[in-house]
C-alpha cells in the first residue's frame, strides 16, 4: 500500500502522461480512485476496459464503412456530422453555454450540442460519460424544436434507461420526460411486439417472456404432470376387466 503522499505523486505522474484533452478535474478524481484500489480491483476493471476495446475496435470498423460510403455519395447527401461544434472557452463563455452543457468537459459538449441535422456518430469507452452526454444530447434536441413525442433514445442497459430518464425529469420536467420515449433496445423490441401482437396469426398482447432456466423447469414440469396423469390413467386390461 502506497502512503498518500507517493499516491498523490503517482497521480500527477498519469497526469502528466494524459492527453491534454481529457486533463482535466474529472480525469484527476478517477485517477485518485485508481490509486486507492486493489490489484484484484485494478485487474478487473482492466477486464472491462478490454472489453471496451473490442467494442471500439467495431465502432471503428463501421466509422470507416460509413465514411467510406459517405465518402461515395454525392454531395446533396446529408453528411455525418463529427460533433462539430467548437465549444466557446472562458467563464463568460461558459454563461452563455445552455444549462445542460455546463458541466460537460470540452469532447462532451461537442458532442451533445453538434447539429440535430445530420447523424452524429460518438465513440467512446467506460466510464467516459456517454450517459450524461446522452441525457444532454436529448435536452438539445428538445431545445431545438423537436416535439417530445418525437423523441427516442435506446439504450442497452436498465441502468443507463433509468439514469437517463431520471436526469430529464429533473432537468425538462415530469410532463415532458413522459412524453419522451426512453428505453433499451429490449424492452422496446417487447413494447413493439406487445403492440402489434394481433397482426400475428393467434397472436395475443399477454405473452410472457421467459429464460432458458424458466424454459427447463417449465418443461420438466409439463414432463412430470404428464407422466402422474398417465400413471394415474386406468389401464386396457383393468378397464376390460371391469
Known amino acids: 500500500m502506497l502512503a498518500a503522499g507517493s499516491n498523490a505523486a503517482v497521480v500527477e505522474g498519469w497526469l502528466q502522461r494524459a492527453p491534454p484533452s481529457i486533463r482535466d478535474a474529472s480525469l484527476r478524481a478517477q485517477l485518485e480512485h485508481v490509486v486507492t484500489q486493489s ?13 471496451a476495446q473490442e467494442e471500439l475496435a467495431f465502432c471503428a470498423f463501421w466509422q470507416s464503412v460509413l465514411q467510406e460510403r459517405i465518402e461515395a455519395l454525392p454531395s446533396d447527401h446529408p453528411r455525418v ?10 467563464a463568460g463563455a461558459m454563461s452563455s453555454l445552455p444549462s445542460y452543457a455546463r458541466s460537460l468537459n470540452e469532447q462532451q459538449r461537442r458532442a451533445a450540442l453538434a447539429p440535430i441535422d445530420a447523424p452524429l456518430l460518438v465513440l467512446a469507452g467506460a466510464g467516459s460519460g456517454k450517459t450524461g452526454v446522452m441525457a444532454a444530447r436529448v435536452q438539445h434536441i428538445l431545445a431545438s424544436g423537436v416535439p417530445p413525442a418525437s423523441v427516442l433514445a435506446l439504450t442497452f442497459t436498465r441502468a443507463a434507461e433509468t439514469a437517463i430518464r431520471e436526469r430529464l425529469t429533473a432537468s425538462v420536467g415530469v410532463r415532458v420526460a413522459k412524453a419522451l420515449r426512453v428505453a433499451t433496445f429490449h424492452s422496446l423490441a417487447l413494447s413493439i411486439c406487445r403492440e402489434f401482437a394481433a397482426a400475428l396469426e393467434g397472436g395475443t398482447a399477454d405473452f410472457a417472456l421467459v429464460t432458458g432456466a424458466q424454459q427447463v423447469r417449465l418443461v420438466t414440469r409439463a414432463l412430470v404432470e404428464y407422466r402422474i396423469a398417465r ?12
Not at 490489484?39 to 472489453?51: I, S
Request: charge should be positive; include cysteine.
Open 231 to 242: 400413471a394415474a390413467r386406468p389401464s386396457s386390461s383393468s378397464s376390460s376387466s371391469g
Open 39 to 51: 490489484r484484484e480491483a485494478c485487474a478487473d476493471a482492466l477486464r472491462k476496459l478490454e472489453n
Open 81 to 90: 456530422c463529427a460533433a462539430a461544434v467548437s465549444p466557446p472557452h472562458g
